[in-house]
């Protein structure tokens, strides 16, 4: 499933950003095939490969949209994994990608889900032409899965 964002409109930010899209869609390729075998090479051995899970943290502002992935440790523990990006001052999108996928230790599903509900959250945060912004307790409401950490003023 592809995701077609909405172009940010009406935002006070330089002409360079203010037009950008996010045409943003992770595929599972050779590496995840790849991936599951090994999985299953481990399991035939008697290894349970780690499950790893992972929070994404998002700080939510009428013209910056910041995100980051935690992993969770265990019972409500989580350790920062990636520093924070600010959409849409920087690609943060591909710089999140470009972060993720130097981890190689991270499940490419893991990596898939991440970046596809960052676009959604972007998607969201990103006001229609001529509407208003969502808020951020509409998101906290729509994507319970994510952590709405604060508020940019």
């Known amino acids: 499933q592809r995701l077609t964002p909405r172009g940010v409109v009406g935002h006070a930010l330089p002409a360079r950003v203010s037009a950008r899209r996010v045409d943003r869609s992770v595929r599972v390729n050779a590496a995840a095939a790849e991936e599951e075998e090994s999985s299953e090479m481990l399991s035939i ?65 893991d990596k898939i889900s991440l970046l596809n509900r960052v676009t959604e959250v972007i998607n969201f945060w990103t006001p229609p032409e001529g509407g208003e912004q969502n808020s951020c307790d509409q998101a906290k409401a729509k994507f319970t899965d994510c952590s709405f950490v604060g508020h940019f003023y």
Not at 73 to 99: I, N, R
């Open 45 to 109: 051995f008697g290894m349970a490969k780690s499950e790893s899970s992972f929070q994404l943290k998002f700080v939510w502002g009428e013209d910056t949209l910041a995100f980051a992935v935690d992993q969770v440790l265990g019972k409500g523990t989580t350790s920062p994994l990636t520093e924070y990006h600010f959409w849409p001052q920087q690609d943060a999108w591909e710089q999140l990608k470009a972060q993720l996928e130097s981890k190689d230790w991270i499940n490419s599903k």
